[in-house]
């Protein structure tokens, strides 16, 4: 018989109150739930604007060619997603989470996702694995800096850009992760660490199809070495698999290739606040 949706949100309950260090994975499903858009999905950004999409694959080549000519050309572009996303708000699946850090339940946020809600609701412990829109980062020592210490649009008035890295003066980016880059480095190494000493990982609103971020619950479930020098010196060599549950609206490859353990179909908002509830209840 199958377990009901009680019986599964009572199992990962459960499976958080045993583990000494759970983390959790987030990708576009948790954000779509506040307002944010997708991609790729029906009404994503790129299927609305084909455009932008190919704008997306070239940006990191232009932005290295001529960082203030990217910069102009950004500014003056017709969508502006710092506005659009700056109105997002956090749901009931972010703030779960956070109320899950504060009882020291979940060590842990790594999200594919840019938005910084996971911040917003209250989240300290968060790796942005694909960077933050509302950070800029400098690729020379990896420095970042809040986009609001810059006034772009005055800068562009004032023949001012590109916006440059108060440490060592190279052009700035936006922290988010483009075609072609690499995910920083800090970001790559701190995530690895994090799949290799959890002993449960929640996968949030993922389809677990984008990497390297899909590759961190095959770490934690024990079938792949990293090949970062992080795993070589950090000791945290996994002795048996980690918990590893889901929660999304569909199965995934990590479902489908028995990856996680389980999966909880749903929404995010609406699962993890029970889940928590659930935590809570048995603490």
């Known amino acids: 018989?199958?377990?009901?949706?009680?019986?599964?949100?009572?199992?990962?309950?459960?499976?958080?109150?045993?583990?000494?260090?759970?983390?959790?994975?987030?990708?576009?499903?948790?954000?779509?739930?506040?307002?944010?858009?997708?991609?790729?999905?029906?009404?994503?950004?790129?299927?609305?604007?084909?455009?932008?999409?190919?704008?997306?694959?070239?940006?990191?080549?232009?932005?290295?060619?001529?960082?203030?000519?990217?910069?102009i050309d950004q500014l003056e572009g017709p969508v502006n997603i710092l506005e659009e996303w700056g109105k997002a708000q956090p749901n009931a699946g972010?703030?779960?989470?956070?109320?899950?850090?504060?009882?020291?339940?979940?060590?842990?946020?790594?999200?594919?996702?840019?938005?910084?809600?996971?911040?917003?609701?209250?989240?300290?412990?968060?790796?942005?694995?694909?960077?933050?829109?509302?950070?800029?980062?400098?690729?020379?020592?990896?420095?970042?800096?809040?986009i609001e210490a810059f006034d772009l649009n005055q800068m562009k008035t004032t023949n001012q850009l590109p916006p440059l890295c108060k440490s060592c003066g190279d052009p700035l980016k936006p922290d988010v992760v483009?075609?072609?880059?690499?995910?920083?480095?800090?970001?790559?190494?701190?995530?690895?660490?994090?799949?290799?000493?959890?002993?449960l990982m929640m996968v949030?609103?993922?389809?677990?199809?984008?990497?390297?971020?899909?590759g961190l619950p095959i770490i934690a479930a024990g079938r792949q070495r990293s090949t970062l020098e992080s795993y070589l010196t950090s000791g945290h060599v996994p002795t048996k698999s980690a918990v590893i549950f889901e929660i999304n609206d569909e199965p995934t490859p990590l479902t489908n290739e028995g990856i996680s353990h389980y999966l909880i179909q749903g929404k995010t908002g609406e699962i993890i606040p029970q889940i928590v509830a659930a935590v809570k209840a048995g603490i």
């Not at 483009?178 to 959890?198: H, M, N, Q, R, T």
């Open 94 to 146: 972010h703030h779960a989470l956070a109320d899950l850090e504060k009882s020291n339940q979940l060590k842990r946020v790594l999200t594919q996702n840019i938005d910084n809600l996971h911040q917003q609701a209250g989240s300290q412990n968060v790796i942005d694995y694909h960077g933050n829109i509302f950070k800029l980062r400098c690729l020379n020592c990896n420095s970042r800096s809040s």
């Open 204 to 214: 949030c609103g993922t389809s677990a199809l984008v990497y390297p971020f899909a």
């Open 1 to 71: 018989m199958n377990p009901t949706m009680s019986d599964l949100i009572k199992r990962a309950a459960d499976d958080i109150l045993e583990a000494r260090h759970a983390i959790a994975l987030t990708g576009a499903g948790i954000s779509t739930e506040s307002g944010i858009p997708d991609f790729r999905g029906p009404d994503g950004i790129w299927t609305k604007n084909p455009e932008l999409e190919q704008k997306a694959y070239e940006a990191y080549g232009d932005f290295r060619v001529n960082p203030k000519k990217w910069w």
């Open 178 to 199: 483009y075609f072609g880059e690499p995910i920083p480095v800090d970001a790559a190494s701190e995530s690895e660490e994090e799949a290799l000493k959890c002993d």
